[in-house]
């Protein structure tokens, strides 16, 4: 039996913004879309600010440094909303 292990990349190729989505491009082909609701800081940033987006932790992060949000492929991938600050 011939099985081929699958290669993935999730580092990030690409970052943009709808009205209601975070969307991001990994290198390996795979599109992660999540509520900007999920990320108050993010939600609540103009269109201009969440288009200034850097790649940061190795590829495996994204740092808008307009607004101080940092978030991971990791994360993301997961599937849930930032924490709650008390």
Known sequence: MNISAKITDERVADVRCSDDSLIVDLMDGRTISVP????????GATPVQRSHWKIAGGGYGIHWPDIDEDLSTEGLLRGGP???VA
């Open 36 to 43: 900007l609701a999920w990320y108050p800081r993010l939600h």
């Open 82 to 84: 930032a924490p709650k």
